[in-house]
Antibody, heavy 123, light 113 residues
Framework: EVHLLESGGDLVQPGGSLRLSCEAS????????MNWVRQAPGKGPEWVSG????????HYAESVKGRFTIARDNSKNTLYLEMNSLRAEDTALYFC????????????????WGQGTQVTVSS | DIVMTQSPDSLAVSLGERATISCKSS????????????LAWYQQKPGQPPKPLIY???TRESGVPDRFSGSGSGTDFTLTISSLQAEDVAVYYC?????????FGQGTKVEIK
C-alpha cells in the first residue's frame, strides 16, 4: 500500500525558512516523479513543484521560483521542499503527491496524496 | 502558464439527477505525438486530500464508480456524474499536467438540491 507521510510544517515568521520532508513507502520511489501541492484555507489546490524520478529535472510554480527548492533522496525514499524567504501567502497545507506513471520524461496525473503538513507564515 | 477555468463555481442537483462540470484550458493540453489529453479530475471532501477520479481526460481510476465519466479534448473538458448520490457532495477540480508547470482549476462545489 502506498503511503506518503509529510512532516516539517510549522509556524514561521515572514522571511523565515522551513524544510518539509515526505517519507514514501509501498512503491518503487526512485521510478516516479513526485510533486508538492499546497492548499490555502478555503482555496483550491495549487501545484508548487515537481521533480523527475532521478532528481535531474525540477520545475516550480512562478509564485515560488527562486525561493523554494525541491529535492529527493532515492536511497531514503524521501522527498524534500526547502522553503526560504517565506511570505504570508505561502500559508497553506502542503501535500506530497506521487505521479501515476513511471517517469518517461514528462509528468502524469497524481494518483496518491499524503495527508499534508501545515505551514503558517505569520509574525 | 496554462490557466484552467471551471464552470459553474457551484452546482445543486437533485439526488439521482445528472451533474455536469466544465473545465476549459487557456491552451490545448492535447499532445499530438500520443493523442493524449493531459487532463485529470479530482474530488475533495472536507478535511481530506483530493481523491483522483479521472486521468487522460476520460480514464476512470480503479474503484471509481462508473457514474463518473470524463470527456473532451484540446481545451474543453467535462466531468459528468450521471446519477448524483449523497456521497458525491464535494468540490471537484480539474488539473492539467501537459505543462511542466501544472495547474488546477478553481473548483466546482456540488451540493444536493
Amino acid at each position: 500500500e502506498v503511503h506518503l507521510l509529510e512532516s516539517g510544517g510549522d509556524l514561521v515568521q515572514p522571511g523565515g525558512s522551513l524544510r518539509l520532508s515526505c517519507e514514501a513507502s509501498g512503491f518503487s520511489f526512485g521510478n516516479y516523479a513526485m510533486n508538492w501541492v499546497r492548499q490555502a484555507p478555503g482555496k483550491g489546490p495549487e501545484w508548487v513543484s515537481g521533480i523527475s524520478s532521478s532528481g535531474g529535472s525540477t520545475h516550480y510554480a512562478e509564485s515560488v521560483k527562486g525561493r523554494f527548492t525541491i529535492a529527493r533522496d532515492n536511497s531514503k525514499n524521501t522527498l524534500y521542499l526547502e522553503m526560504n524567504s517565506l511570505r504570508a501567502e505561502d500559508t497553506a497545507l502542503y501535500f506530497c503527491a506521487k505521479d501515476r506513471d513511471f517517469w518517461s520524461g514528462y509528468y502524469t496525473s497524481i494518483d496518491y496524496w499524503g495527508q499534508g503538513t501545515q505551514v503558517t507564515v505569520s509574525s | 502558464d496554462i490557466v484552467m477555468t471551471q464552470s459553474p463555481d457551484s452546482l445543486a442537483v437533485s439526488l439521482g439527477e445528472r451533474a455536469t462540470i466544465s473545465c476549459k484550458s487557456s491552451q490545448s493540453v492535447l499532445y499530438s505525438a500520443n493523442s493524449k489529453n493531459y487532463l485529470a479530475w479530482y474530488q475533495q471532501k472536507p478535511g481530506q486530500p483530493p481523491k483522483p477520479l479521472i486521468y487522460w481526460a476520460s480514464t476512470r481510476e480503479s474503484g471509481v464508480p462508473d457514474r463518473f465519466s470524463g470527456s473532451g479534448s484540446g481545451t474543453d473538458f467535462t466531468l459528468t456524474i450521471s446519477s448524483l448520490q449523497a456521497e458525491d457532495v464535494a468540490v471537484y477540480y480539474c488539473q492539467q499536467y501537459y505543462s511542466t508547470t501544472q495547474s488546477f482549476g478553481q473548483g466546482t462545489k456540488v451540493e444536493i438540491k
